[in-house]
């Protein structure tokens, strides 16, 4: 893992980003508690066409692995389909745990619900939240995850 006051200072000022809601959220107050002249920006996942998250490890997967990883971006759809104002954090993971569950090749490391400044688990979405999951398809490790900005309604 890489920390921010080790890798800032040799790129200087201008722009960092991140392809994932954990490493935006996580970068997202040491600059300025650094005092880095930087600019922390989030981007979307990129996604295959078939919905796998672009990831180099997914070069690690054989043919039917591959086929199996799709059970993460199936589990992030379940997700952002069932989430809601309010909705309790076990009952959506429940929800997108079933659908991991269902694939004999994947072994799920975490399914979770966080706050999305701090990371830190949450029992309902009633903040910002982000739910992230990594799971182990054969020998490779992926990860994949969704932010929900919808609070304000509850």
């Given at each position: ?50 919905g ?28 952002q ?12 993971l ?14 799920i ?15 309902k ?30």
């Amino acid at each position: 893992m890489y920390r921010c006051d080790q890798t800032v200072p040799y790129c200087g000022t201008g722009q960092s980003i991140f392809r994932t809601e954990r490493r935006t959220a996580a970068g997202h107050h040491p600059p300025d508690d650094l005092n880095f002249d930087i600019e922390i920006v989030g981007c979307p996942i990129i996604r295959e066409e078939d919905g796998l998250a672009k990831s180099s490890r997914n070069t690690y997967l054989s043919p039917e692995e591959r086929k199996a990883a799709l059970c993460l971006s199936k589990a992030v759809k379940a997700g952002q389909e069932a989430i809601h104002a309010g909705i309790p954090a076990e009952e959506l993971l429940g929800k997108m745990r079933a659908v991991i569950e269902a694939e004999p090749l994947a072994k799920i490391d975490y399914v979770s619900m966080v706050d999305a400044l701090t990371m830190q688990p949450v029992e309902k979405a009633d903040r910002s939240v982000l739910v992230a999951m990594a799971v182990y398809i054969g020998k490779t490790r992926l990860i994949d995850n969704f932010s929900y900005e919808g609070w304000e309604k509850f």
